[in-house]
């Protein structure tokens, strides 16, 4: 089946310690998104990728780096310089060809720190 | 700037019909999504309005009006499954690549 896998579920982060957070899609995707979402805050864009080798800052990027080397691959990676990084991210992708198409969300990965 | 509103929360009663609302103001506007999220999982997609007027899927409505820039989604005959957060989003632009603003949610919460 096509979708779109985060890994991991659950991540424990250490003081000074930069996390990669994996998202793999296998729905021929042009665009894949990086949102963080915090207790009554909704979602938050921090990176987006339109197509690859290229991605562009959020809202809320500081503290994050991503790489988009492959159209399946987005990977993010929260840096030590993210101080608060406790929070429930989700990856999404979506397709250029039509306006009216979604975003496809993953079942996220559940950040803390130890 | 970009402003998306919902009411933060919201109780409702098993077999009841509830409206949720949203009204945005951003800079541009190309389409309004509904998303469903039970809480711990991925938001899912259940309704997309570009055009005024009302889309209808199941038990599930949504409603736009782009001179007022409000939406609202419709929720008949409701059940317990049907306790989640209920996410507004709009895209800015006419391309599918464009990510989403989206408003901070409604909690129902649905009782018997």
């Known amino acids: 089946d096509g979708g779109i896998t985060q890994s991991p579920k659950y991540l424990f982060r250490k003081e000074g310690q930069n996390v990669t957070l994996s998202c793999e899609q296998n729905?021929?995707?042009?665009?894949m998104y990086w949102y963080r979402q915090d207790p009554g805050q909704g979602l938050r864009l921090i990176y987006y990728?339109?197509?690859?080798?290229?991605?562009q800052k959020g809202d809320i990027a500081e503290g994050y780096s991503v790489s988009r080397e492959k159209k399946e691959s987005f990977p993010l990676t929260v840096t030590s310089a993210q101080k608060n990084p406790t929070a429930f991210y989700l990856c999404?992708?979506?397709?250029?060809?039509?306006?009216?198409?979604?975003?496809?969300f993953g079942d996220g990965t559940r950040l803390s720190i130890l | 700037g970009q402003n998306i509103d919902q009411p933060t929360e919201m109780t409702a009663t098993e077999g009841a019909i509830v409206q949720i609302n949203c009204t945005y103001q951003?800079?541009?506007?190309?389409?309004l999504f509904w998303y469903q999220q039970h809480a711990g999982e991925a938001p899912t997609f259940l309704s997309y309005n570009v055009l005024d007027g009302l889309e209808e899927k199941g038990r599930f409505s949504s409603f736009l009006s782009r001179s007022k820039g409000y939406s609202y989604l419709l929720l008949k005959e409701l059940q317990m499954k049907d306790s989640a957060s209920y996410l507004c989003a709009v895209r800015g632009d006419n391309s599918g690549n464009t990510p989403l603003v989206f408003g901070k949610g409604t909690r129902l919460s649905v009782i018997a």
């Open positions: 729905l021929n995707h042009d665009a």
């Open positions: 990728s339109q197509i690859v080798n290229d991605f």
């Open positions: 999404a992708s979506s397709t250029r060809r039509d306006q009216n198409q979604p975003q496809h």
């Open positions: 951003t800079s541009g506007f190309n389409g």
